[in-house]
């Protein structure tokens, strides 16, 4: 079995337009009628920084979570945010954006990496405190595209890092697009049996003619945390191509549904989650 983390916050977040949030509420109440484990659905940061992201709070007052065996996760960057986050009982995940490339830490939380972890000390100890898990986002876990030294010794060194800090849950990122077959197989066959105490996700963004490669990667080398937004939809804003986007949902479901791996989600409530994703975003 595979768990299925739907990231309507991860689609939503670059967009320009506002986007109602009677709108956004709507469609993240069918996402939690299909089963999900986990719904990204908002986050805690600057207003300034997301815009998007403005609502969150009041976003949380519109969701009906009395039928839903799906958590949710809101993202935060400090400790500011994770105090906002962790005042509601709704919320279950805290996730942090933890790079390790010093140049996008720096630009992506105003942060270096060593401050980051001092940051991750800090909020793993409220989550502890406050009925939380902390999920770290090991982000730019593929590499990274300012030259910042990158080999899979250091994924494996912030990663043991962050387990000596009581993190549970890691998701290796690939922030920009350039995860492939190769480098995925080997992160995760590394990574994966070296912190069995762990759970270690996948975060990939893609172009539409790489996702099963990536996918199939990741499967056959442990992973079973699966990150994924319908459509594809968000992604990339630093990505060299286009088409590279999040990894859509429909594919991760494609490709465990025909090689016989439980996901437990409702498929007709998934479908009419595929029917209403357009009235959400632009086409």
């Known amino acids: ?21 009677e709108t956004k509420a709507n469609y993240i109440n069918q996402l939690l009628k299909v089963g999900f484990d986990t719904i990204d659905f908002g986050s805690f940061v600057s207003p300034k920084a997301i815009p998007q992201m403005r609502d969150t709070a009041d976003l949380l007052t519109q969701l009906d979570l009395s ?29 942090f954006p933890f790079s390790i490339s010093e ?16 940051r991750v000390e800090e ?3 409220l989550c502890v405190n406050n009925n939380k898990k902390l999920v770290v986002y090991i982000s730019m876990a593929f590499g990274n595209p300012y030259g910042d030294k990158w080999n899979s010794e250091i994924v494996i060194e912030w990663t043991k890092k962050l387990a000596d800090l009581g993190i549970e849950i ?33 975060h990939l963004h893609t172009t539409p003619d790489t996702w099963l490669e990536k996918v199939d990667a990741a499967y056959q080398n442990g992973c079973r945390r699966f990150d994924g937004a319908i ?14 986007g999040n990894m859509a949902t429909e594919n991760l479901i494609k490709y465990f549904n025909q090689n016989n791996i439980t996901t437990n989600l409702n498929n007709t409530e998934f479908e009419n989650s595929l029917l209403k994703v357009l009235s959400v975003f632009p086409s």
């Open 1 to 21: 079995m595979v768990k299925l983390i739907e990231c309507p916050r991860d689609a939503m977040q670059g967009l320009h337009d506002f986007i109602p949030t």
């Open 67 to 95: 039928s839903t065996k799906s958590k949710l996760l809101a993202i935060i960057a400090n400790q500011r945010g994770a105090n906002d986050a962790i005042q509601f009982n709704e919320i279950d995940y805290l996730g």
């Open 103 to 118: 140049t996008f830490q720096q630009r992506n939380t105003n942060s270096s990496i060593s401050e980051s972890l001092t």
């Open 123 to 125: 909020i793993q100890s």
């Open 170 to 202: 890691i998701a290796l990122s690939d922030t920009i697009g350039v995860s492939n077959k190769d480098n995925i197989s080997s992160l995760f066959n590394n990574v994966i049996p070296e912190f069995t105490n762990v759970e270690i996700g996948a």
């Open 231 to 244: 459509k594809g939809f968000g992604g990339c804003p630093m990505a060299k191509d286009d088409l590279t």
